[in-house]
């Protein structure tokens, strides 16, 4: 048994990117060595590890797909937008400085 193997086995399983899940190989190491129950019991904790990983990474893939749905609402509103007159006058403001408008 090859621990980099069965863990791109588990990861494939359970849809993980194996880089995610690298810092698991010295576990499963240590669980090819071990007997037969402690390692059914190590390998079950990489296993739930793998689960909640993998929940996390669609929890996190959902929440992104989200802000670029919502990014290019928001742009679709504000793509069209003119300034008003008065907000030009602002940024020549901001480019005399503010030691001209007497703020110190």
């Not at 989200?66 to 300034?83: N, Q, Y």
Request: net charge positive.
């Amino acid at each position: 048994m090859n621990s980099t193997n069965i863990l791109a086995g588990l990861c494939a399983f359970y849809d993980v990117p194996v880089a995610k899940a690298q810092k698991l190989i010295p576990l499963i190491e240590r669980a090819i060595a071990a007997p037969e129950p402690m390692r059914g019991r190590i390998l079950s904790l990489v296993k739930r590890t793998l689960k909640r990983e993998a929940e996390h990474h669609r929890a996190s893939t959902r929440e992104q797909e989200l802000d670029e749905r919502m990014l290019g609402v928001v742009a679709k509103v504000v793509h069209p937008w003119t300034p008003p007159r008065n907000l030009d006058s602002w940024s020549k403001d901001d480019e005399r400085g503010d030691s001209q408008r007497g703020i110190a």
